[in-house]
């Protein structure tokens, strides 16, 4: 084997640029449902919507650490508390009403 063969065989180092410009290439996009948890806090579950909010912003503090896959898993748990909160606001306020028209004075 001649000595060229041998080189083009080695594996080199990248260069701390190329590295960096993998890194960011890399990056997943961002989906950590910032506005839709902030609209369910129109809801009137309390609690839930509070904690989506809470899971929403901690996705977008793990994206910016590098942790994606934390990012990810935290943003689909806010996606999905936010959608219960939906839900749910909406069950309580049929059930306001329907209480509310239902009734009669005496």
Do not use: W
């Amino acid at each position: 084997m001649s000595l060229g063969a041998a080189e083009r065989n080695v594996k080199r180092p990248l260069d701390e640029n190329q590295c960096r410009r993998d890194e960011a290439e890399e990056a997943p996009p961002l989906r950590n449902y910032l506005a839709f948890t902030i609209f369910t806090c129109f809801c009137p579950a309390y609690p839930i919507n509070i904690v989506a909010l809470v899971f929403s912003v901690l996705s977008q503090n793990s994206h910016a650490e590098g942790d994606y896959e934390g990012s990810r898993r935290l943003g689909r748990k806010a996606l999905h508390l936010g959608i219960a909160s939906i839900v749910i606001g909406l069950l309580l306020i049929a059930v306001y009403c329907i209480v509310h028209f239902t009734t009669y004075d005496i």
